[in-house]
């Protein structure tokens, strides 16, 4: 269809499906046939140097400071991956339909015009528009289409075992837990380790790294619980490790076991079900249907369903900036023939007939929120002020400055051993693990603020990442010939999964110490004082004695006797 204005230049508007081989020569026929002024076509600087075997841009060290760059590359990932698959079923690679478009026009002389808005600026406007339960639900997406349920119920039950292990260790005994019961879990769990650690390094020099995990994990796994159940290290961890260590390690032990078992079970359940399996007729339809909807639109209309923002950030918006290049190669009288993804033409068409219905181009490209109330912020200033006001406090109720000076040491140790530790084993230099360690202690009690993010930007300024990683990835994960342990291992040489994992696992880390100080450290640190009441109430001191002085203060500043 051609909107063309009086006295102005026309516009054709050719729609393709990303992945169909009869878009490829509908785009070629339509620039031949038109022999337009400018062939335009739905891609950014970034993409279409892409496409032409070039590099796009790097991510930008500074940007990862600002928050949630990761993300959005992880929600890139998952829109490229559907794309990619799709591709493949059908034997046509993406964005085959732009560079056709692209040769075409370069062999007639015809100039281009990229008229896409820029993809780093639609992938954060795209996830700062979701929720944050949508953008678990996308991530979780991801990890379905990389690995099966039982495997991403375990990775949950992991991560809710490192919350309920500690709160085992706080509540217990209030439900049953006895200190036998935590003493032969942590006999367990020493055994298992041991005996893990020796298989794996026995297995090593046989077997790849994948294989000798799962040789050291199942024979750690059998021998710590057979062990464990009779008792044989029950010895060995009460003279060495005492009540707290018991505690620790058998509460810990305890949670993340339950964790894992019902996370694992639940995803085998699930995959036996075939809950999320796709119906038996869903994959019964004729790629070219998809010309009135491409690909990443179709998914995105039902996405818009539970996300109305998100799908506005990567359609909608999409619709009118392209509309607006469109109509100001209109404006200047040329003849254009425009080829995008078929979902956008009927907006792109509204907009075309009605030029004056567009939005301002500021509301298009500028950053964005979701216009509610910003609690995330508030609970930071909350968290913050919290932490700095329970060293106040004390220290105003006359707690001395040495037990102060070593509960922040263990604050700061623990945040950082555990941040650095992780960020190192998830591939990290030494010189980014340490900055991360050295800023999680901060940014532990603040939720604006990530040790990843400075991990991370340590690692970009050495290694640099872009969105042609993501092809990269997507190779890797559809070769189904080579062992898992082979693909994981050169997943992790993609500086792009790299740096993912390491601002993860950077993360986490620092999560992990938090829970674990709050569970264990501060009760410890809170009986030398005389326990949790005890301190309580000379926090209330604390903040009576603040009061007083306060009043003191403005009553000599205001000349009003106290």
């Not at 269809?1 to 516009?11: D, I, K, L, R």
């Not at 935590?182 to 026995?202: E, F, R």
């Not at 399996?277 to 009135?292: K, N, Q, V």
């Not at 500086?495 to 938090?514: C, D, E, H, Q, Y």
Request: net charge negative; charged share 20%; proline share 4%.
């Amino acid at each position: 269809m051609s909107q063309q204005a009086p006295g102005e230049g026309s516009v054709r508007l050719v729609g393709t499906a990303h992945v169909s081989s009869k878009s490829v020569e509908e785009v070629e026929a339509a620039i031949h046939n038109e022999r337009p002024d400018v062939v335009a076509v739905e891609l950014d600087e970034g993409r279409y140097r892409q496409l032409r075997g070039g590099t796009p841009d790097d991510i930008e060290p500074a940007d990862l400071l600002r928050g949630n760059t990761v993300f959005q590359f992880i929600a890139y990932w998952m829109l490229s991956y559907v794309q990619t698959k799709l591709g493949e079923r059908f034997d046509v690679d993406p964005g085959s339909d732009m560079l056709a478009a692209c040769d075409v026009a370069e062999d007639l002389g015809i100039d281009i015009a990229l008229v896409d808005r820029d993809i780093q600026t639609t992938m954060r406007r795209f996830w700062s528009r979701m929720t944050a339960i949508e953008k678990l639900r996308m991530v979780g997406g991801l990890l379905f289409g990389v690995t099966g349920p039982p495997v991403v119920g375990a990775i949950a039950g992991l991560l809710f075992g490192l919350v309920l292990g500690p709160a085992i260790g706080l509540f217990g005994g209030s439900v049953g837990v006895t200190t036998s019961l935590l003493t032969s879990v942590a006999g367990a769990v020493v055994l298992g380790a041991g005996t893990g650690l020796v298989l794996y390094t026995l297995a090593g020099p046989v077997a790849d790294g994948i294989e000798a995990l799962g040789i050291a994990l199942a024979g750690g796994l059998a021998v710590g619980l057979i062990g464990g159940g009779l008792g044989l290290a029950d010895g060995v961890v009460t003279t060495y490790l005492g009540d707290f260590g018991i505690r620790v390690l058998g509460s810990m032990g305890l949670g993340l076991a339950a964790g894992v078992a019902v996370g694992g079970l639940v995803g085998l359940l699930v995959d036996v079900l075939g809950v999320l399996d796709a119906p038996e007729d869903a994959g019964e339809f004729d790629i070219e249907e998809l010309t009135d909807a491409d690909v990443v639109t179709v998914m995105m209309e039902e996405f818009r369903e539970f996300s109305p923002g998100g799908a506005e950030a990567l359609i909608d918006e999409r619709d009118a900036y392209i509309a607006r290049r469109l109509v100001a190669l209109r404006q200047k009288g040329l003849d254009v023939v425009a080829v995008v993804g078929a979902g956008h033409r009927e907006g792109i068409e509204r907009y075309l007939a009605d030029p004056a219905a567009l939005p301002p181009e500021e509301s298009l490209t500028g950053s964005t929120s979701s216009g509610g109330f910003p609690w995330l912020k508030l609970v930071g200033v909350a968290v913050s002020a919290g932490f700095i006001g329970f060293f106040v406090l004390l220290a105003m109720a006359g707690v001395r400055d040495a037990f102060l000076l070593q509960l922040f040491a263990a604050w700061f140790v623990v945040n950082g051993l555990f941040a650095g530790m992780l960020a190192k084993l998830a591939g990290a230099r030494w010189p980014s693990a340490l900055v991360g360690a050295g800023v999680a202690w901060m940014t532990s009690v603040n939720p604006l603020l990530a040790p990843g993010w400075f991990t991370g930007y340590m690692e970009l300024r050495h290694t640099p990442v872009n969105v042609a990683d993501i092809g990269r990835l997507n190779d890797l994960l559809a070769d189904e010939t080579r062992p898992l342990g082979d693909i994981v291992s050169e997943m992790f040489e993609v500086p792009l999964f790299r740096l993912i994992m390491v601002v993860a696992a950077t993360n986490v880390g620092s999560i992990v110490a938090s829970v674990l100080f709050a569970a264990y450290l501060l009760p410890l640190f809170a009986s030398d004082l005389g326990g949790v009441d005890e301190v309580s109430r000379l926090m209330v001191e604390g903040a009576a004695r603040s009061a007083d002085l306060l009043w003191g203060a403005l009553t000599v500043v205001g000349g009003v006797p106290a």
